[in-house]
């Protein structure tokens, strides 16, 4: 099945500076990407997602990029804000027909203001 | 547009008990699913419904963990008897359907055992 790989663990950024969350996957059929923020007591909210026939998608502040011959993906967040600080995890869904989304580990992201 | 809703949001029970949690999905949404996120972890997936029928419940320990979605709209998970290492949050999640990968979870239920 898949194993997705998510680093670092735990990110401490200036307020301003920008963020980068990386993750693996190793699935090569791996077709589907999603980035979740959970903030303290809520559920995962879907933040971006990207597709694998797309190298990189961009909402604002936030972009993912996408390697699919190394087989890994990363969160770039720019402007780094307060209100970043949460846990973000990284997805995957193995194939079309299967949306079983393998969950990365997490990574707890603090803003020093 | 509303949410994924669940209830309750926090539960407290002896090992060997029962307990249940209920979840309503966004309006529309063919595709149900039901997580546990044990703390410091990812969530990891229980079941899957696709209306009222079940997709994948390969990662459910059934023989305590069972789940319903009979009319095709919400869903119940219930845990009999529960363990202490069941202590977790249950998520709910839902999607369009079939070839829509976009899942929007609930709040979940924080379930601690003792």
């Known amino acids: 099945g898949e194993n997705v790989e998510q680093h670092p663990s735990t990110l401490s950024v200036q307020e301003g500076d920008s963020a980068v969350i990386k993750c693996t996957y190793s699935?090569?059929?791996?077709?589907?990407f999603p980035w979740y923020k959970q903030e303290l007591g809520k559920g995962p909210q879907l933040i971006i997602d990207i597709r694998s026939n797309v190298g990189e998608k961009k909402d604002q502040r936030i972009a993912v990029t996408l390697n699919k011959t190394a087989k890994h993906f990363s969160l770039h967040i720019t402007e780094t804000q307060p209100e970043d600080s949460a846990v973000y995890f990284c997805a995957a869904i193995p194939n079309f027909g299967n949306e079983k989304l393998t969950f990365g580990t997490g990574t707890r992201l603090t803003i020093i203001p | 547009e509303a949410g994924v809703a669940q209830s309750p949001r926090y539960k407290i029970i002896e090992k060997r008990q029962s307990v249940a949690f209920w979840c309503n999905p966004i309006?529309?949404?063919?595709?149900l699913y039901w997580y546990q996120q044990i703390l410091g972890q990812g969530p990891k997936l229980l079941i899957q419904f696709q209306n009222n029928g079940v997709v994948d419940d390969s990662q459910l320990p059934k023989d305590r963990f069972s789940a319903e979605r009979l009319k095709g709209v919400d869903s119940t998970l219930k845990i009999q008897p529960a363990k202490l290492e069941d202590s977790a949050v249950y998520l709910c999640a839902s999607s369009l359907g079939v070839a829509s990968y976009e899942q929007y979870f609930g709040p979940g239920t924080r379930l601690t055992v003792t």
């Open positions: 699935d090569s059929a791996s077709n589907y």
């Open positions: 309006s529309g949404h063919a595709t």
